[in-house]
């Protein structure tokens, strides 16, 4: 594990460009293999998530050629196997994209159940109740999913819950199935349309996404294409927090506007300027002026999305007033506010995790701090930079699944943090 030392208390000005979506390339690195001619994926974010993935399709017979860290050549006519199940892939929540693409190609999958982040369940069942309504055999199996199918038909599959991986998983499953499968309660976000428009470039016939409704046209065969993957609303929407909670003036390029509309909002609302323009967004956090306290409630988007919940909260710990931060999505979201207390933080989680009461404190000092997961270290970068003094943060491989060169570009930002490995 690497560890960050961070001296914090400095304003970042200068310019950053975002990278390409991490949710929507997993997705999109599984919908390869449902042809057999090659595809070409640009605007590849180059971090741990993707290169587990890209590993696992590579142990199963795909070929891939990494062309260059942000663009990737996949052929998924060589493989040669239905069964992933690497240590590796056990690490990465989008493990399960493999059983729809496998389903789809192969008519047979056995995939190792997910890993990733330990911020609570995150059951599958969805997933597998739109499978079989396509007509699969879905079983659990010594720590693996093993679907088969004989005829994959089309169906009428209505969610439970709105699901951004069952969603996805579907599309992918029913892409080459016969007949029109219609999916009510579908999940909205952008990694659904890009994943979506992906696959519509390689022949298939999906209407909707976006929506809750999306319509899935079965077509017998998908072609070869080239694709760019759309910015990373997270990365985004973490830089814009970076700069709230430390001051400055940061221009982020390569976004759509439109994706952060909900962290706009709400940044504006305590005080923050946002600045709009067609493929960037600035940001400007008066040094001599507390941010005002608000509300956030996570939701599905166009909602404030679960993955800026511990960002905004890093922000509100400085804010003057008390804010409440309710969390919807996941049930174990808060374990990174043991570390913000390390640092002086007054903020009080509910016993059951659903939300916490934030009184904001004037400044923080640094301490020695662990990184819990993905989005918690984010959040935790932040308040280091925001704090007094100097931070040690240990397990920050965590944050390298979801950033790419991230203290790379915080250090071209003016911030003073390095990266010390173990």
Known sequence: MNRYIINGGKELHGEVTIGGAKNAALGII?????????????????????????????????????VNDHEVKICGATISSEVVDSEYIQKIRASYYLLGALIGKRGSATVAMPGGCEIGARPIDQHLKGFRALGVRCEEKDGCVVAKVQNLRGSHIFLDVVSVGATINIMLAAVLASGTTILENAAKEPHIVD????????????KGAGTDIIRVYGVERLHGTYYSIIPDQIEAGTFMCLVAATK???TIKNVI?????????????????VDESDEEVRVIADPGTRVHSTQIKTRVYPGFPTDMQPQITAVLMLAEGYSVVNESIFENRFRYVDELRKMGADIFVKADQTSARIHGVRSV?????IVPDLRAGAALTIAALAAQGKTTMHCVDYIERGYEDFDGKLRSLGADIIKVSD
């Open 248 to 250: 400055g003036d940061v």
């Open 365 to 369: 000092k640094g301490a020695e701090i």
């Open 257 to 273: 506007p439109k994706h952060l509309e909900s962290i706009t909002s709400k940044l504006q609302e305590i005080g923050v300027t």
């Open 195 to 206: 994943v979506a428009n992906f696959l519509n470039s390689m022949g298939a016939r999906i």
């Open 30 to 66: 599984a919908g390869a293999l449902l042809t057999d001619e090659t595809v070409t994926i640009d605007n590849l974010p180059n971090v741990s998530d993707i290169n587990v993935l890209l590993e696992a399709i590579r142990s199963i017979g795909a070929t891939v050629d990494r």
